[in-house]
């Protein structure tokens, strides 16, 4: 299932590419699966066709889709990339500063641990308790 | 038409009376039959209806409906005995006006109570849903009835142009309706992405493809008897007018008791899945619904959604594709009336 925001800050061709790159990373869609076309996920979602296209392009430049005219996107065969040196520190200072945001949205110390243990369980494939 | 014969026009006041009476009804009852929360074409709360500006606000409209109907009436029975029953179709005319007239200000009312709709959006990503009942081939049986009824009177020798005419604007009405089916299945945008509302609108949809198709082969066969009969082919059109009557009371009834997007609808198996039951109404901003009818929504992708106002769903008037829908109905009528002016003035330049 992809979920966007309309009303959120985040552009709306961002968040469906995180999206679909959340469901490619889970292993939801196997190595040659077709993804719904631009025309009918644009569709679904009730946004501009360009939006969904701009966020095909975004995930097939990362290797994840390969786009045939007329024929949607295919899920490619994927290698797990070299990580850079500051790899780790890209993903580091987001995670912190969300983290930071849900305390002071009110989120308790303790549900924002839980919940970053359940995520980094589904990653490592153990089922939650 | 005054050279028919009294029960044709018998026939014709009462079929038109049936329609304004059924039109009365359905603006009657529609404002209760759509989600919860979107109310003569406005998204508010959802217990607004039954709060009492809500219950004021109905009731306000129901009184203004009975009076400009009763105007629409008497102008009806005033212009049928001055006019002749040729009158009635314009008597229908004034009724439907004077009704979204009543629609409109009632619409005005609920405006200052809007509150913005949802801006989720969720999307299924597996699976595919067929809509269509037997598919296509089912679909290209009304074309395959209109080649074989063209093909029957060019053998025998009886086409004539008033025929051709008649059997190219009826094709051209199949290939409307036909667009419509195909929209159906692959232009509706889906309110719900899943779970127990996502099943009933599924049913909907089918149901409404199912509606489509059966008017498609209702086009069909009308036109084929009209054709095929030899004789008084007028009388044989009159003859189905209150058929098609029937068809469309059956068709509101129907879509009446499913409710907007199949929403009054048994879930069957899956009503023991936990909904996520909060109404999210029809996930379509206000602002783009001219006059509370028509859609008008550019970064909409959707050529049809969930009418605001009535059953069933409506064009997104900001795509091309629903104006070449709606040029394909409006011509199907303009094609006599055209061949009928060609003729004219071959005839004159003679």
């Keep these: 299932m992809l979920r966007i925001d309309l009303a959120s800050r985040v552009p709306v061709y961002e968040q469906i590419a995180n999206g679909l790159r959340a469901e490619l990373v889970s292993g939801k869609f196997s190595p040659g699966a077709k993804l719904p076309t631009v025309r009918i996920l644009a569709i679904k979602l009730g946004v501009h066709y360009n939006t969904v296209a701009e966020a095909y392009r975004q995930l097939a430049n990362e290797g994840w889709l390969e786009l045939k005219r007329h024929h949607g996107a295919l899920v490619r065969e994927r290698d797990r990339p070299q990580a850079g040196p500051d790899a780790m520190e890209r993903f580091s200072r987001p995670l912190r500063e969300l983290v930071a945001k849900g305390l002071a949205d009110g989120l308790s110390p303790r549900s924002l641990a839980r919940e970053m243990t359940e995520t980094a369980r589904r990653l490592e494939g153990e089922p939650s308790p | ?126 699976g595919h849903n067929r809509i269509i009942p037997g598919g296509w081939m089912a679909a290209s049986g009304p074309f395959i009835l209109l080649v074989v009824c063209a093909a029957y009177l060019w053998f025998h020798g009886r086409e004539s142009s008033a025929r051709s005419v008649y059997l190219i604007s009826t094709a051209g ?111 379509t901003p206000d602002r783009y619904w001219r006059l509370g009818i028509f859609y008008f929504n550019p970064d909409d992708s959707a050529v049809l959604v969930e009418k605001r106002f009535g059953l069933g769903y409506s064009l997104n008037f900001a795509r091309p594709t629903a104006w070449i829908i709606v040029l394909l109905v409006l011509m199907a009528p303009l094609i006599p009336v055209l061949a009928h002016l060609t003729q004219f003035l071959h005839t004159t330049q003679r």
């Design chain 2, 1 to 126: 038409m005054n050279h028919l014969p009294i029960y044709v026009h018998l026939v014709i006041a009462v079929t038109i009376g049936g329609i304004a009476i059924l039109n009365a009804a359905l603006f009657w009852f529609i404002p209760c039959l759509t989600r919860r929360d979107l109310y003569f074409a406005v998204t508010v709360p959802p217990g607004f209806r039954d709060q009492s500006q809500g219950v004021s606000i109905l009731r306000r409209y129901r009184i203004e409906l009975i009076l400009l109907s009763v105007l629409a009436l008497v102008a009806f029975v005033a212009g049928i005995a001055r006019f002749g029953v040729g009158f009635a179709r314009g008597g229908l005319l004034i009724q439907v006006v004077a009704s979204f007239i009543a629609f409109y200000r009632a619409r005005l009312r609920v405006l200052p109570y809007a509150v913005p709709p949802t801006m989720i959006r969720e999307a299924e990503l597996h």
């Design chain 2, 173 to 283: 009405i199949l290939v409307a309706l036909t667009l419509l089916l195909y929209g159906l299945a692959h232009w509706v945008r889906p309110v719900y992405a899943g779970g127990p509302e996502r099943a009933r609108e599924l049913k909907f949809r089918r149901t409404v493809s199912a509606i489509t198709l059966a008017a498609e082969y209702y086009v069909t066969l009308q036109a084929s008897w009209i054709v095929l009969v030899p004789r008084r082919g007028d009388l044989a059109a009159v003859g189905l007018l209150p058929l098609a009557f029937v068809f469309v009371l059956v068709v509101i009834v129907v879509l009446a008791r499913l409710g907007q997007g199949g929403s009054r609808m048994p879930a069957g198996d899956h009503a023991r899945i936990a909904s996520s039951a909060v109404p999210i109404g029809d996930r």
